[in-house]
């Protein structure tokens, strides 16, 4: 199994950035997908959810500013990030989960600088 993330980097406040999780080694369709993010010394947190029916969920901060999508065909996730803040500087990590499995990816850095 591997979900490998790709689309972090170093960008201005205000700016947009779209992160890419590529999943295989897994019934992509059987698995709700997310991303979590990281910064030292806290607790990894849920960013966005989508479900296997396409429902997605947001944590506060970032609704109206983040967008989770699927697609099933490429066996893919993307967040895109529009408006990023100082406050959303972290590793990025893309998550796959059933009731059975748990996956991780290894982590992408986003860094918003003010």
């Known amino acids: 199994v591997q979900l490998v993330e790709s689309g972090g980097g170093l960008v201005q406040a205000g700016g947009s950035l779209r992160l890419s999780c590529a999943a295989s080694?897994?019934?992509?369709?059987?698995?709700?997908m997310g991303w979590y993010r990281q910064v030292p010394g806290k607790q990894r947190e849920l960013v966005a959810a989508i479900g296997t029916g396409g429902s997605t969920n947001y944590v506060d901060s970032v609704k109206g500013r983040f967008t989770i999508s699927r697609d099933n065909f490429k066996n893919a996730v993307y967040l895109q990030m529009n408006s990023l803040k100082p406050e959303d500087t972290a590793v990025y990590y893309c998550n796959a989960r059933n009731s059975l499995y748990n996956y991780w990816g290894q982590g992408t850095q986003v860094t918003v600088s003010s």
């Open positions: 080694g897994i019934g992509f369709t059987f698995y709700s």
